[in-house]
C-alpha cells in the first residue's frame, strides 16, 4: 500500500468524475503548467487509490504532461460491483481502455503501480493503439516476492472470515511494529487510509489479491507488445525481486530506471526523480526514431 505524504491536491489539478463507456471513475486530472505534452494514465496499486500519485502530479504538470490518476472499480471512491467475476483481469485491463478513450486525448502513456502494472499490461495487451508506452511502476512480469504473497495470503484469508474493521486494526498493529515513538501518521492522513479501506469492495481486494498471487511469468506477454516499454522501481523494492525485475528489462528490452533510495512507491518518496525519469522516456518513445529502449538508469538519493 503507497502511503501518501500529504492529501493537498496540487496545482491545477481536480478531483472529478470520469464518465467512460463502462461506468464512471474518481479521477484526480492534473492540466501541465504550460503547453501539453501527451497525457499520461496512472493506476494505482493494491489496497491503494488515485491519492497514491498525488506527489507526482504536480511534477508531471511541470513536464508538460497532463496526468490523470484514477480509482478502479471498487476501488476508494469508484463504485464497483459486490460479484468476483466482476474483478478479473480482463474486466480490469477493459476498464483501463475505456478510461485511456474517455480522456479524449487520443493515445496515452500508461503507468500502472504494482498491481496496477498487472492491470495496465492486461490493458496494453488487450489494446496496444489506446496506449502510447506502457511503464511498470514496482511491478513486474515475474510473481511477487514470497513475503508478500504470504501477506496476501494473510489479507484474503483474514476478510472472508472477519469484517473489514477488524482486518484494518490488525493491519494497523503489524504496521505500526517497530515504529518509533511519535512516528504516528496525522490525524487526517489516519482518517484517510481508514476511509479508503472501508470503501473499497471487499471483491476488489479478493480479486486483486488472486491476480498478486497468480505465479504465471508475464515476461513473453510482456515483450510481444508492440509500445514503447519501461520498468522502474525503487532500488529498495520489496514487493517484487529487483533481480527479477532487472532481468524481465534485459528480456524485453525495456527502458529500465531504478530509482536510488526509494522502496516500492518512488510516486510518494521521489516524485520529482521519476517524473524527471518518466519525462525522459516519454520524450525519447515519442520521437520518430524512439522506441524508449535505454540502459539503466540510476538517480541519486
Not at 522501481?233 to 532481468?247: H, I, K, N
Request: glycine fraction near 12%; charge should be positive; hydrophobic fraction near 45%.
Amino acid at each position: 500500500m503507497s502511503k501518501p505524504r500529504s492529501l493537498a491536491l496540487p496545482p491545477r489539478t481536480r478531483a472529478r468524475r470520469l464518465v467512460t463507456a463502462r461506468g464512471d471513475f474518481a479521477v484526480l486530472d492534473a492540466a501541465p503548467a504550460g503547453g501539453r505534452r501527451g497525457t499520461v494514465l496512472l493506476l494505482p496499486g493494491y489496497t491503494g487509490s488515485k491519492e497514491d500519485f498525488l506527489a507526482l502530479l504536480g511534477p508531471l504538470g511541470e513536464a508538460g504532461y497532463r496526468a490523470v490518476a484514477v480509482d478502479g472499480r471498487g476501488q476508494h471512491e469508484s463504485p464497483g460491483p459486490r460479484g468476483r467475476r466482476a474483478y478479473r483481469r480482463r474486466e480490469l485491463a477493459l476498464d483501463a481502455v475505456a478510461q485511456a478513450a474517455a480522456l479524449g486525448d487520443g493515445p496515452v502513456h500508461l503507468v500502472g503501480h504494482s498491481f496496477g502494472g498487472l492491470v495496465a499490461r492486461a490493458a496494453a495487451a488487450l489494446a496496444p493503439g489506446a496506449f502510447r508506452s506502457l511503464t511498470l511502476l514496482s511491478s513486474g512480469p515475474g510473481p511477487v516476492a514470497r513475503p508478500q504473497r504470504i501477506r496476501v495470503r494473510v489479507l484474503r484469508g483474514a476478510l472472508a472470515l472477519l469484517p473489514k474493521e477488524r482486518v484494518w486494526q490488525a493491519m494497523c498493529l503489524l504496521d505500526s511494529r517497530g515504529e518509533e515513538p511519535g512516528a504516528a501518521d496525522p490525524p487526517e492522513l489516519t482518517a484517510f487510509l481508514r476511509r479508503r479501506w472501508m470503501r473499497t469492495r471487499v471483491a476488489q481486494l479478493a480479486g486483486a489479491g488472486r491476480l498478486l498471487l497468480d505465479g504465471r511469468d508475464g515476461t513473453a506477454e510482456l515483450s510481444a507488445l508492440r509500445m514503447p516499454l519501461h520498468i522502474a522501481y525503487g532500488a529498495d523494492e520489496a514487493v517484487w525481486s529487483p533481480a527479477d525485475l532487472s532481468a524481465a528489462a534485459a528480456l524485453t528490452g525495456a527502458h529500465h530506471t531504478v530509482v536510488a533510495g526509494a522502496g516500492h512507491s518512488p510516486n510518494v518518496s521521489h516524485p520529482e526523480e521519476l517524473a524527471e525519469r518518466l519525462a525522459a522516456f516519454w520524450e525519447r518513445a515519442d520521437s520518430p526514431a524512439g522506441d524508449g529502449a535505454a540502459t539503466e538508469v540510476r538517480t541519486a538519493p
